[in-house]
C-alpha cells in the first residue's frame, strides 16, 4: 500500500493538469490565442516631411499592432504616386486591415486603388484624414477639425486681443477635408469681430480658398507669411494676431520671425495645433502662444481595439456619422484639448 500513494498522486496530477490545458483552451488561453493572431496589417501614414507628428504616431501604432501578434507592413508616404504603389502592393499580399491618413484626401488614384483592395475584403481605417467620394471606407477615427478650429480661434479671446487688432488666417492644405472643417471652426468665432471691423484683415484673405496653402508644409507657410507682410503691412509691422491650422504652420511663421530677429515679446499671437515636441518648446519659449492636443495616445488605442474587433468578428462601435461623398462612413471621435505655457511641464 505504500508504493501506490505516490502512483495515485501522480495520476491525479495529472488528470489536474489535463483538466486545466482544456480550461485554458476554453477561457483565457483562447483569448491569448486571438490576440496573438497572424493577421496582416498595413498602416501609411505621411511621413515626416509633412510633420514629425505623423512618423511618431506611425511608429507608436506599428509597435501597438505588432504586440498584440499582428503582421503590419508600415511605411510613410510622401505622394499620391507612393500610396497607389503601396495600395497595389497590398491588394497582391492580401491584408485584413488598412490604416490609412492620406496625403491627398481628394485623389480619384487613391479612392480607385483603396476599392479594389477593399474588393478583397480588406478592412479600411482612415485615420485622422478621411478619404473621400470611395464607398471603400469602414471607418474614420479622428478629433472634430471643425471643434479644433474653434479651439484656435477661441485664443483670440482667452488672450483678450483688443479692438482694432490685426489678425491674419493662414489655413491648411486646400486638398484636406479637415482644413475646411478647421477653416470653418475658426470662422464660426471671429466672423462677427471682423464683419464688424472690431478686428481687421489687413490682406482681405478670409475665405477658405484665399487663406488655404498647396500643402502642410513650413515653407509653404513661410512663403505665404512674407508675401502677406511685404504686400499688405508697412516695413516693421506685424499682424497682432495669426491664427494658423496646424503647429507646422506655425512653425513657418516663427522661422520668418527668428530670421527678422524679432524680439519673443513683440512676437504676435500664434495659434497651432497637434501639440508636437517643436511646438510645445515653443510655446514654453513664448513663441507660439498655444497649440491643441490630439491625444495621440487615445488615436492609437483606439485603432487597435478597432482592428482587433474586426479580427474577432466583433462589432466595432462608433460614436457618430460623416458622409464622405460616397457613403455615411462610422466615426470614432477622440477629444482634443487647448495646450497653452501653463500646461506645460
Same mark, same amino acid.
Given at each position: 500500500?505504500?508504493?501506490? &500513494?505516490?502512483?495515485?498522486?501522480?495520476?491525479?496530477?495529472?488528470?489536474?493538469?489535463?483538466?486545466?490545458?482544456?480550461?485554458?483552451?476554453?477561457?483565457?488561453?483562447?483569448?491569448?490565442?486571438?490576440?496573438?493572431?497572424?493577421?496582416?496589417?498595413?498602416?501609411?501614414?505621411?511621413?515626416?516631411?509633412?510633420?514629425?507628428?505623423?512618423?511618431?504616431?506611425?511608429?507608436?501604432?506599428?509597435?501597438?499592432?505588432?504586440?498584440?501578434?499582428?503582421?503590419?507592413?508600415?511605411?510613410?508616404?510622401?505622394?499620391?504616386?507612393?500610396?497607389?504603389?503601396?495600395?497595389?502592393?497590398?491588394?497582391?499580399?492580401?491584408?485584413?486591415?488598412?490604416? =490609412?491618413?492620406?496625403?491627398?484626401?481628394?485623389?480619384?488614384?487613391?479612392?480607385?486603388?483603396?476599392?479594389?483592395?477593399?474588393?478583397?475584403?480588406?478592412?479600411?481605417?482612415?485615420?485622422?484624414?478621411?478619404?473621400?467620394?470611395?464607398?471603400?471606407?469602414?471607418?474614420?477615427?479622428?478629433?472634430?477639425?471643425?471643434?479644433?478650429?474653434?479651439?484656435?480661434?477661441?485664443?483670440?479671446?482667452?488672450?483678450?486681443?483688443?479692438?482694432?487688432?490685426?489678425?491674419?488666417?493662414?489655413?491648411?492644405?486646400?486638398?484636406?477635408?479637415?482644413?475646411?472643417?478647421?477653416?470653418?471652426?475658426?470662422?464660426?468665432?471671429?466672423?462677427?469681430?471682423?464683419?464688424?471691423?472690431?478686428?481687421?484683415?489687413?490682406?482681405?484673405?478670409?475665405?477658405?480658398?484665399?487663406?488655404?496653402?498647396?500643402?502642410?508644409?513650413?515653407?509653404?507657410?513661410?512663403?505665404?507669411?512674407?508675401?502677406?507682410?511685404?504686400?499688405?503691412?508697412?516695413?516693421?509691422?506685424?499682424?497682432?494676431?495669426?491664427?494658423?491650422?496646424?503647429?507646422? =504652420?506655425?512653425?513657418?511663421?516663427?522661422?520668418?520671425?527668428?530670421?527678422?530677429?524679432?524680439?519673443?515679446?513683440?512676437?504676435?499671437? =500664434?495659434?497651432? &495645433?497637434?501639440?508636437?515636441?517643436?511646438?510645445?518648446?515653443?510655446?514654453?519659449?513664448?513663441? &507660439?502662444?498655444?497649440?491643441?492636443?490630439?491625444?495621440?495616445?487615445?488615436?492609437?488605442?483606439?485603432?487597435?481595439?478597432?482592428?482587433?474587433?474586426?479580427?474577432?468578428?466583433?462589432?466595432?462601435?462608433?460614436?457618430?456619422?460623416?458622409?464622405?461623398?460616397?457613403?455615411?462612413?462610422?466615426?470614432?471621435?477622440?477629444?482634443?484639448?487647448?495646450?497653452?505655457?501653463?500646461?506645460?511641464?
Amino acid at each position: 500500500m505504500e508504493n501506490k &500513494q505516490p502512483i495515485r498522486q501522480k495520476v491525479k496530477l495529472f488528470l489536474s493538469l489535463v483538466l486545466a490545458g482544456l480550461l485554458c483552451s476554453l477561457s483565457s488561453c483562447k483569448k491569448t490565442e486571438s490576440a496573438s493572431f497572424d493577421g496582416k496589417v498595413g498602416v501609411l501614414f505621411p511621413s515626416e516631411i509633412y510633420s514629425a507628428r505623423w512618423e511618431d504616431e506611425r511608429v507608436s501604432l506599428t509597435k501597438a499592432l505588432e504586440e498584440k501578434g499582428f503582421q503590419v507592413y508600415s511605411y510613410p508616404i510622401k505622394s499620391t504616386g507612393e500610396v497607389v504603389s503601396y495600395l497595389e502592393e497590398f491588394e497582391k499580399e492580401g491584408l485584413n486591415a488598412l490604416i =490609412i491618413a492620406s496625403v491627398n484626401t481628394l485623389s480619384a488614384k487613391i479612392a480607385t486603388a483603396l476599392e479594389a483592395l477593399h474588393a478583397k475584403k480588406t478592412y479600411i481605417v482612415c485615420y485622422d484624414r478621411l478619404q473621400q467620394n470611395t464607398d471603400a471606407v469602414d471607418l474614420f477615427i479622428s478629433a472634430s477639425s471643425y471643434r479644433a478650429g474653434e479651439i484656435l480661434a477661441d485664443a483670440l479671446f482667452v488672450q483678450q486681443l483688443p479692438k482694432s487688432s490685426t489678425v491674419e488666417i493662414i489655413g491648411g492644405d486646400a486638398l484636406d477635408k479637415n482644413a475646411k472643417e478647421i477653416y470653418d471652426g475658426i470662422w464660426s468665432k471671429i466672423s462677427l469681430k471682423i464683419h464688424s471691423g472690431e478686428w481687421k484683415v489687413p490682406s482681405g484673405k478670409t475665405s477658405f480658398e484665399l487663406t488655404a496653402l498647396d500643402a502642410w508644409s513650413k515653407d509653404v507657410a513661410a512663403k505665404r507669411f512674407i508675401d502677406i507682410l511685404d504686400t499688405y503691412y508697412k516695413k516693421g509691422e506685424l499682424p497682432d494676431a495669426i491664427i494658423t491650422a496646424s503647429d507646422v =504652420i506655425a512653425q513657418g511663421i516663427v522661422s520668418v520671425l527668428d530670421e527678422m530677429n524679432i524680439a519673443v515679446e513683440k512676437y504676435p499671437l =500664434i495659434t497651432g &495645433q497637434d501639440n508636437t515636441t517643436e511646438s510645445r518648446e515653443l510655446v514654453k519659449a513664448g513663441k &507660439q502662444t498655444m497649440t491643441i492636443n490630439k491625444n495621440p495616445e487615445k488615436y492609437i488605442e483606439a485603432t487597435v481595439a478597432a482592428i482587433e474587433n474586426v479580427v474577432e468578428n466583433n462589432a466595432v462601435e462608433s460614436s457618430t456619422l460623416v458622409n464622405n461623398g460616397a457613403k455615411q462612413v462610422p466615426v470614432i471621435q477622440i477629444e482634443v484639448t487647448p495646450v497653452y505655457k501653463p500646461d506645460i511641464q
